[in-house]
Every structure is written in C-alpha cells, then in structure tokens.
C-alpha cells in the first residue's frame, strides 16, 4: 500500500505549537470547462471553480478553509483526508492544503477595540473637527501595512 505522506511526531516541546495550528491537505479533481476548470473536493463534497489552473485551486483553498471553520463553528468534526483517486482521462488530480486556524485569523472581520493614548492638544483639534477616531485609525493602519480592502 502506497503512503501518501510521511509524518514524523513532534518533540514533546512542539505540542503546543502543534496544537495552535489545525492543517490539512485534501485531494481535489479539477475536470477542464470552456472557462477554466471546475473543482470537486470528494472529502467536503464541495465544488468551485476558476479560469486558470492557478485561480481554481487558490478558489479550493478559499472553500475548504470556508467550509471547515463554518463546521468548527457548528461544533462539528473535520474529517479526515482520503487518498486521492485515480482521475479520468481529462481530469487533473491535486492536492490542497489547509491551515484552518491561519484561514480563520485572516478572514475575521470582528472588530477589535484598542485604547489609544494621543496629547489633549491633539484630542481636543479632532473633537471640534468631528474624526472618528475609528475610521482615522483603520484608514492609517491600512495605509501604513500597505493592504487594500478584501
């Protein structure tokens, strides 16, 4: 029986980081459309697709992530990958991998309040201007970090 994956255990002192991350590679079949192709995860019996090779299985990764941390958030098991079956005559098999708790940290959209500490000069101009220090404060991260809106 052929293996898959090689797995060797952590040391004793790497459970934790272990732990803190939920990762997992599951197989997808990209079947070739007029558009793109298509892609089926047999293990989530889920469908996406994408115009390019590249885009399809960016568009994998994004529904598997989607659909696990929903299921983590209905209390439900993720289950196990399968071993990739064999494909058809125009089908492509791959395998996608997933890091759950990294998917779920990047697409958490919760607001999160910071205390902020500026001069009362300062606090005082913004009051009679009428900032919302909020949007200031997010428009400025954003600028600074370089990132655009999702």
Do not use: C
């Amino acid at each position: 029986m052929e293996s898959l994956l090689m797995v060797s255990l952590p040391k004793r002192s790497s459970f934790r980081t272990l732990a803190r991350h939920l990762k997992k590679v599951y197989p997808v079949i990209l079947t070739p459309v007029e558009t793109g192709y298509v892609a089926y995860v047999p293990d989530l019996e889920i469908n996406t697709q994408g115009s390019s090779l590249a885009e399809t299985i960016e568009m994998a990764r994004d529904a598997i992530g989607l659909w696990g941390v929903t299921q983590q958030d209905l209390e439900r098991a993720l289950p196990d990958p399968s071993t990739p079956p064999k494909p058809s005559d125009d089908e492509l098999v791959t395998l996608v991998d997933i890091d759950f708790t990294s998917y779920r940290r990047v697409h958490d959209y919760r607001a999160v309040r910071k205390n902020l500490t500026i001069p009362s000069w300062l606090n005082a101009k913004a009051e009679q201007a009428g900032v919302n220090y909020s949007q200031i404060l997010q428009e400025a991260w954003k600028d600074y970090l370089q990132v655009k809106e999702p």
